[in-house]
T-cell receptor, first 118, second 114 residues
């Protein structure tokens, strides 16, 4: 499978614990995006990388959230001191090129990591 | 900032009925427009997209959408739905040359009765 992969697919944790998710984009894609989707809502943008540089962060990304893409390939999203409100599906997407208009502007999504905070 | 609204949260149709899902966006600049579909248990997949040119775009599985700039709309249509179209549909936009972050609508859950 050469699509976007995410691990783990499900994570159950207790409030206050730290969790880390991993995203492996399509290999030639240099832009990587993280979104969060809560029940009954559409995905909401969190942050994105171009290669290893984190170029933008949403206001949704509190100080407890940190994302990295150290070698410009896979990315990790860490949530510290989880809260029940963090329960959601965390989606990763990737894209080739530098965006703009045109056929390269299509984000490919992974299956997501479903986080449940008890 | 952009915003997207989808008017119907739940739609139930019988097979062979026609489908139209509404999508309106709010943004002062030029946008790219997308419809994504999420089948039960699967990840988001692109149905179709509009960047420029002919405002009527055709996507996979017989879907099409029309961009009406004056109405800030990008409604999704299909003349005859099938049971296999049961899924959740998301309209999304991104602003050109601004990082390509997608702004999604709240989604429409479509159920097609056999």
């Amino acid at each position: 499978d050469t699509g976007v992969s995410q691990n783990p697919r499900h994570k159950i944790t207790k409030r206050g614990q730290n969790v880390t998710f991993r995203c492996d984009p399509i290999s030639e894609h240099n832009r990587l995006y993280w979104y969060r989707q809560t029940l009954g809502q559409g995905p909401e943008f969190l942050t994105y990388f171009q290669n290893e540089a984190q170029l933008e962060k949403s206001r949704l990304l509190s100080d407890r959230f940190s994302a990295e893409r150290p070698k410009g390939s896979f990315s990790t999203l860490e949530i510290q001191r989880t809260e029940q409100g963090d329960s959601a599906m965390y989606l990763c997407a990737s894209i080739t090129g530098t965006g703009g208009q045109g056929p390269n502007n299509e984000q490919f999504f992974g299956p997501g990591t479903r986080l449940t905070v008890l | 900032a952009q915003s997207v609204s989808q008017h119907n949260h739940h739609v139930i149709l019988s097979e062979a009925a026609s489908l139209e899902l509404g999508c309106n966006y709010s943004y002062g600049g030029t946008v790219n427009l997308f419809w994504y579909v999420q089948y039960p248990g699967q990840h988001l997949q692109l149905l179709l997209k509009y960047f420029s040119g002919d405002p009527l775009v055709k996507g996979i599985k017989g879907f099409e959408a029309e961009f009406i700039k004056s109405k800030f709309s990008f409604n999704l249509r299909k003349p005859s739905v099938q049971w296999s179209d049961t899924a959740e549909y998301f309209c999304a936009v991104n602003a050109r040359n601004a990082g390509n972050m997608l702004t999604f609508g709240g989604g429409t859950r479509l159920m097609v009765k056999p």
